[in-house]
């Protein structure tokens, strides 16, 4: 199976920053696609940033200027730096990558979710 583990979440101020890190292991063979997906309370799970193998992004407009997605393929790491973040930025982030695992099998793999608190 393929897991991924993610960090760098926790409690910042309004205008603060922050570093998520998610990294990929288990029988991968590939991984194609990597993203961030948030989810704030009583919303819809959405998209905030996403990357291709060859490095081509896509962001949410609420986030586009201040967050900026990067992947190391190397060390199948996604990261996402969280600049002048905002109240409304506060959510539980979730990795997602789209792989294939060495038996060939095709699978979309989430990470556990790692919370986000802005607050001053």
């Known amino acids: 199976h393929v897991q991924l583990v993610e960090s760098g979440g926790g409690l910042v101020q309004p205008g603060g920053s922050l570093r998520l890190s998610c990294a990929a292991s288990?029988?991968?063979?590939?991984?194609?696609?990597m993203g961030w997906y948030r989810q704030a309370p009583g919303k819809e799970r959405e998209l905030v940033a996403a990357?291709?193998?060859?490095?081509?992004?896509n962001y949410a407009d609420s986030v586009k200027g201040r967050f900026t997605i990067s992947r190391d393929n190397a060390k199948n790491t996604v990261f996402l730096q969280m600049n002048s973040l905002k109240l409304e930025d506060t959510a539980v982030y979730y990795c997602?990558?789209?792989?294939?695992?060495?038996?060939?099998?095709?699978?979309?793999?989430w990470g556990q979710g790692t919370l986000v608190t802005v607050s001053s």
């Open positions: 288990g029988s991968l063979f590939s991984i194609n696609a």
């Open positions: 997602n990558a789209h792989t294939v695992e060495v038996s060939g099998v095709y699978l979309e793999v």
């Open positions: 990357i291709t193998r060859g490095g081509s992004t």
